[in-house]
């Protein structure tokens, strides 16, 4: 059979990772048209303007370099799968909150639902890449949903290529990724199908970066990689523990760890706790899954990743609560950081939520600040999560620069790493603090010295003084 060229590529879901890959794949492949389809009107509409749905460095080049050319936003989903010799699947697939399998399985309600879509639409063959995070197997699900709509004469061919890009370094992870993942059905067409996929990304990723395998261990791959990211994470934050019981300066302990060239130094950055849309969906994902299989010692060591995560956020809040002497109720307190990492406006997950929750538990006052996260972002967080203990609309206000939030503040709890917070007029800030000021470096970013120097008491994650 002669090999399949991909000439249109259409994405169902023009999210954090649709939109970002595909206007890359646009950029990448001026010979390929990528359309990119969402229900949501509003969505579309921002990625059709000048002000995109997503912040994300690099993203707005790209998009506007490619928009119009060959890439295209639409809310006319069944135009895009209809014209489409390849299709992204690129839909939301959160934790299930109801029925069998709630907290922990993901619900792929929104993955069915759009597959069931390329089935009742389609009128010639397609290749169907799930690009999502799933369990493993659901290529399987997909496959008898498609055959079981589908018109005569059409066939399709199921692939699996998670995606892989971080938030906020997202268009520099597509542009130079570690590795493309792709797994089909070692069949003919399967492999056919891969190789098809294969050849659009080889337009600018390295070929031995092109890694084939089979559909369940890719499915896999991307809750295992995800799982061992913040496996990483959830260790180095249960050993700042006992570094600040201990004296040890969890830095120190990390840098000098990860120099061992079988450990690694990335990823071993200790934290308020790891936050995202992804690590702990996907984890308990996995969880539930080896429930399923009957694997119960399996589950709970995953299991344990994020009840760390929970412990480390929780521990942190308390941390600052005991240290301002053991009550905040009426205090003022500046959350420095809204989103769940620097360089984005995304707050799924994000540990300033919970640590917000915690400070409003308290009766405090909180001021809050971020430069990405809009006004009401923040009050949808809050009122999502809020516990009706506290009215959380007279407790928090939200501050337009660092040093509007800071102003008053009995202490300043840094949540998110933004860069600007490393430069702030950190002496200007102190003039305005009462006394005694207190710095809670939440993601061991500030220089120590200089701020206890200008007065402050400071108090970081994994060491021991104040
Ligand atoms: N956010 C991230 O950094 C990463 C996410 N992932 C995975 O990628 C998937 C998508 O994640 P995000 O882009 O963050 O989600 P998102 O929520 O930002 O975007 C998903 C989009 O799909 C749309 N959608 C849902 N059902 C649809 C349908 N039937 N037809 C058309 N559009 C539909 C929604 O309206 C939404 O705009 C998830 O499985 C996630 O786990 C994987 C790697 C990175
Ligand atoms: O599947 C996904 O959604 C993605 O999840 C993560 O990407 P992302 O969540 O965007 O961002 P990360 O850089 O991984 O950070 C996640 C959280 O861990 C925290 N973190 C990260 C690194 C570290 O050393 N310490 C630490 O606390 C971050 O601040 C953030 O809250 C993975 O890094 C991506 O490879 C994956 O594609």
Redesign the pocket.
């Known amino acids: 059979m002669a090999p399949i060229t991909v000439k249109k590529i259409c994405c169902?879901?023009?999210?954090?990772?649709?939109?970002p890959t595909c206007a890359v794949i646009a950029l990448k492949c001026p010979n390929i048209q990528v359309t990119i389809?969402?229900?949501?009107q509003a969505?579309i509409d921002a990625w059709n303007s000048d002000n995109l749905p997503?912040y994300e460095p690099g993203l707005d080049e790209v998009v506007k370099t490619a928009r119009g050319k060959n890439l295209f936003f639409s809310t006319d989903?069944d135009k895009a799968i209809a014209e489409a010799d390849l299709i992204f699947v690129?839909?939301?697939?959160?934790t299930k909150k109801s029925g069998v399998g709630a907290g922990y399985a993901?619900d792929l309600n929104?993955?069915q639902?759009?597959t069931r879509?390329i089935a009742e639409v389609s009128t010639s063959s397609k290749i169907v890449v799930e690009?999502?995070?799933?369990p493993c197997r659901t290529a399987d699900a997909m496959r008898t949903i498609l055959e079981a709509n589908s018109k005569p004469g059409c066939r399709f061919d199921i692939l699996s290529n998670?995606?892989?890009?971080?938030?906020g370094t997202?268009i520099s992870d597509l542009f130079a990724p570690d590795r493309v993942l792709i797994g089909s059905l070692q069949t003919e067409s399967g492999k056919d199908a891969c190789a098809a996929l294969a050849n659009v990304y080889a337009n600018w990723v390295p070929r031995d970066r092109i890694l084939t395998v089979g559909l369940w261990s890719s499915e896999l791959t991307?809750l295992a990689a995800n799982a061992m990211l913040a496996q990483r994470i959830s260790s180095v934050n249960a050993l700042s523990a006992i570094c600040e019981a201990t004296g040890a300066n969890i830095d120190e302990v990390a840098f000098a760890v990860g120099k061992d060239s079988r450990v690694g130094a990335k990823f071993l950055k200790a934290s308020v706790g790891f936050g995202?849309?992804?690590f702990q969906?996907?984890i308990l994902n996995l969880v539930y899954l080896s429930e399923s299989l009957h694997l119960p010692e399996v589950a709970k060591y995953w299991k344990a990743v994020v009840d760390m995560n929970e412990y480390q956020k929780d521990r942190f809040s308390r941390k600052v609560v005991d240290t301002l002497f053991n009550t905040i109720t009426g205090k003022k307190i500046a959350i420095l950081g809204w989103a769940f990492k620097k360089d984005t406006g995304?707050t799924?997950e994000s540990p300033s939520i919970s640590i917000c929750n915690h400070f409003l538990s308290e009766k405090a006052r909180v001021n809050v600040y971020d430069p990405q996260v809009t006004e009401e972002q923040i009050w949808l967080d809050l009122d999502e999560t809020s516990t009706n203990e506290v009215d959380h609309k007279q407790h928090v206000s939200i501050s337009k620069s660092a040093i509007e939030a800071c102003k008053d503040a009995e202490a300043i709890v840094i949540c998110t790493e933004w860069d600007e917070f490393k430069t702030l007029d950190w002496a200007k800030i102190y003039e305005a603090c009462p006394r005694p000021a207190f710095v809670f470096d939440g993601r061991l970013m500030l220089n120590r010295a200089e701020l206890q120097q200008i007065g402050f008491k400071v108090v970081t994650i994994g060491s021991g003084d104040v």
């Open positions: 169902i879901g023009a999210g954090y990772v649709g939109g389809v969402d229900l949501n969505r997503i989903v690129s839909v939301n697939t959160p993901a929104f993955l639902r759009a879509r690009k999502s995070t799933v998670p995606e892989f890009l971080a938030e997202a991307k995202g849309s992804c969906k996907d995304d799924r």
